[in-house]
């Protein structure tokens, strides 16, 4: 034994071995040396609690240090030798393409594939966590943790009581939104520009009806000033219409939360293009979806159901068929 700065060493060579090593594997190390060239039991024991461990657990130590030396006095993996309930690399490979042609979330991911699973007659499922396990394991997302926040959220009594109106850009192009605040239905159109008559003309597409409410930011194309609002207002509104506080987006969560998703589609799918007709057909494909084919736990239901009372069956079939999923993908039959 080799005493070295006050603390004990079996071989000299043990010096520069350990200085790489963690500061628990020191102790350890120190801890066994003393105890492999001391046969009192009271110093063992002493050992045993300065490490914090049972005297078996010590002698265990001891033993994997005489077998083994210094690297198994690192703590072990329990990581299991095997993993029978692990998801089958197919479906693992399933899920990874879902996420490359769509830029869904695990949700939603695991509602499309399952849907396609039982097409196919499979049993085996994935739930949104597990996806989310395999998009972080396969370095497709990265892990975050964020801090949950309960906010109190807050609807109008029924639909077309209050529908929420923006405008937002992809790629410099302006495109309209719409939505319904209590159905969460919503609506989305590419704009030539945003002068006030184009958005107002967009509006009048998008949604034909008489409704109560309407609620807008401060921009120019709603002001209070705007004589083309007010007039739209006396010709579609039943009430009034609403503008959101200054520095307060709360005010149009649901509507930011729609044209934030839509935005993330149009930018996995078409990244930096600006092709117009690309940018309506995909447009046009997220609506569908967003309406008749994701669920909104909030509400608990479906943006279209609640909306209207109905909505398209055939989602699934539309959107495998529109994204090309269909070579990986099963259809309904």
């Known amino acids: 034994m080799y005493i070295y700065n006050g603390e004990p060493y079996q071989k000299k060579e043990h010096i520069q071995l350990l200085h790489n090593e963690p500061a628990y594997v020191k102790q350890r190390y120190h801890s066994v040396v003393r105890a492999i060239y001391s046969n009192n039991n009271i110093i063992r024991e ?35 030798h095997n993993s029978p309930n692990k998801t089958p690399k197919q479906l693992e490979d399933l899920v990874v393409q879902v996420r490359k042609k769509t830029g869904f979330g695990s949700f939603h991911l695991a509602q499309l594939i399952n849907i396609s699973q039982i097409n196919q007659g499979k049993i085996e499922r994935v739930n949104p966590r597990t996806v989310s396990r395999i998009l972080v394991r396969r370095g497709i997302i990265e892990s975050e943790k964020r801090a949950k926040r309960e ?54 597409k998008l949604l034909k009806i008489r409704y109560d409410n309407l609620l807008t930011d401060n921009g120019s194309q709603f002001s209070r000033k705007n004589k083309v609002i ?57 609506v569908h979806w967003y309406n008749n084919g994701k669920y909104h736990s909030a509400i608990e239901s479906y943006p279209e159901e609640r909306y209207s009372g109905q909505r398209d069956i055939e989602w699934y079939n539309h959107l495998v068929t529109s994204l090309k999923l269909d070579e990986i993908l099963a259809m309904k039959q």
């Open 46 to 80: 002493k050992a045993a609690q300065e490490l914090g461990i049972s005297m078996r657990q010590f002698r265990r130590l001891i033993k994997r240090f005489k077998d083994k030396g210094i690297p198994d006095l690192r703590n072990k993996s329990t990581r299991p």
């Open 151 to 204: 906010w109190k959220r807050f609807e109008w009594g029924h639909p077309n009581r209050l529908i929420q109106t923006d405008l937002t850009k992809f790629n410099g192009i302006p495109i309209l939104t719409m939505e319904d605040d209590f159905s969460r239905r919503g609506w989305a159109l590419r704009l030539t520009n945003q002068k006030d008559t184009t958005v107002i003309r967009g509006m009048k």
């Open 230 to 286: 007010r007039e739209y207002c006396q010709e579609r509104i039943n009430e009034k219409h609403i503008w959101t506080s200054i520095h307060h987006p709360q005010t149009m969560g649901k509507l930011s939360a729609f044209q934030k998703g839509l935005k993330r589609f149009l930018q996995h799918k078409l990244q930096s293009s600006r092709d117009i007709h690309e940018i309506d057909y995909h447009i046009s494909v997220y």
